[in-house]
Structure formats: C-alpha cells, structure tokens
C-alpha cells in the first residue's frame, strides 16, 4: 500500500530551534539559583519532552521543581524563545512539492500545540498543512507515540500508509509507523 500521508516533526526536521529552545532552558536554570550549561551543552534536550529534560538537568524528580522550570521556560519562550528560531532552507519548496504530488501533510511535535501553531504560521506554512499537532500545555500525549496515535485516529490514517519525518523512532500501541 502506498504511503498517502506524512507526519513532520517541527524542531530539528523544519525549523533550527536551537537558540530559542537552549536560550529559554537557560533562562529557567538561571531564574532557579543553576548555572546553566553552555548552548552546546544542551543540544540533546532538543526533542525530548521539556519534563524529561528538565529532571535530568537539575538532577530530580521532584514534580514541583520540574513544574517551575517549565513554567519559568514557557514564559521565555511564548514571547521570545519560539521566534528564535529559523526555517531550514528550501523546506518552503520541498512542502510544496509533497502536496502538489497528492500527500496529506501533518505536524506531529512533542511541544505545545499553540507553540507549534504560532510557529507555523511565523513562517507562512500553514497552508501546507491539513494539521498540526502538539501536547497540550497540561502534558496530556506527551509521548510522541501517544500523538500520533491520536492523529491516526482523528484523521482516520492507516498506519501502513503513513511516514513519519524527522524522528528516530516511535514506538505505536496501534500498529507500526514506517520510519524515513
């Protein structure tokens, strides 16, 4: 069966995150008494769901002291750290391309969805999308597994006919997703 549909992850697949996402994690170890790591330092926090991070970064599991550093990064972030960010070149064209051959095209992001929302639009790609998806700001489908099963569900997709671009692996409780 041919694939009839392509899932996206935004950050590190679309758009260079980098100096929002490490800039705001910065801001969120520093306002809480850390020093930070160095940009460099905080590359492998990018994809993986901010409370993961978060915990290994000040070394707890503490709920509290997590819920902090989010709180303190998504208040740097909703005004600053989402716009520090940049649209990898021709992805504009490449989009274009997939939806002139006939692909449904969907953003599937371990971030909020508001986030990914503002994000898209910032950089005129709405249009060359059927949807996006994200966590809510609550972490409700925080595994990426978990949201793409949603979207399987909610845009009636069959697994075999679906790709997802960007991520190294997800795992599916509903069937397998082919990985490119």
């Not at 909703?78 to 990898?88: C, D, K, M, P, V």
């Not at 790609?125 to 994200?134: A, H, I, P, R, T």
Request: negative net charge; charged residues 20%.
């Amino acid at each position: 069966m041919p694939f009839s549909a392509i899932l996206f992850d935004l950050d590190g697949t679309l758009t260079d995150p980098k100096p929002g996402i490490t800039g705001c994690i910065q801001y969120a170890l520093s306002e809480l008494g850390y020093k930070p790591p160095n940009t460099d330092e905080l590359n492998w926090c990018i994809g993986p769901p901010l409370k993961d991070s978060f915990s290994q970064l000040l070394n707890t599991l503490d709920g509290t002291v997590i819920e902090q550093a989010l709180l303190l990064y998504r208040r740097r972030f909703a005004t600053i750290g989402l716009f520090e960010n940049s649209l990898y070149p021709q992805i504009s064209e490449v989009l274009k391309v997939i939806r002139f051959a006939g692909y449904k095209t969907f953003v599937a992001i371990s971030k909020p969805y508001i986030y990914a929302m503002q994000i898209i639009e910032y950089f005129g790609l709405s249009l060359l999308f059927d949807g996006v998806y994200g966590i809510e700001i609550d972490g409700a489908q925080s595994r990426k597994g978990d949201l793409i099963h949603h979207i399987l569900l909610t845009e009636k997709l069959l697994p075999s006919t679906v790709v997802m671009v960007g991520d190294n692996f997800v795992k599916l409780s509903c069937g397998t997703l082919r990985e490119r």
